[in-house]
């Protein structure tokens, strides 16, 4: 077969580098970076559903919590740590705290275990706190005019 004069010419081959040569390294490599990340749980609904449950019961024990202390130190005259000091001024006091700390509690959890190796228990517990505040602030109007008005 005789060479076809329209073909181009084939290109030529790459040098091949040295066997000698060690793989390059940066300054800064160390051995711990080549362990592979950890391997993550698999998101499961049942830790979802804990997560939630679990978060809900939390918005429901604060709205207890600050029923028992609107009615253990709430006082029905014009002195002390609550200003008028009545059932519904503490039960709110201490409700509005707890909530405020129930969500740091539950964004750091539910963050923590979104980004660590149990992301459906994290996810639930954000999800269970995002689904319970409507559900104690209007617990929380409704026990205060109860407690207004007993």
Known sequence: MSDN???APSPPAPPEPPATEAPAVAAWSHPSLDIPPPVRRPVQARLVWRGIFTML?????????GVVAGLLFGQQNDYGPAGEGSD?????LVGVFGQFILGIVALVMGIGGVVGKDGGKG???LIGWVAGIPASLIAGIALTITLANA
Do not use: C, K, N, W
């Open 123 to 125: 996810a639930g517990i």
């Open 5 to 7: 004069p329209y073909r």
């Open 88 to 92: 519904e001024s503490v039960f709110m």
């Open 57 to 65: 019961g939390a918005h429901a024990l604060t709205m207890v919590v």
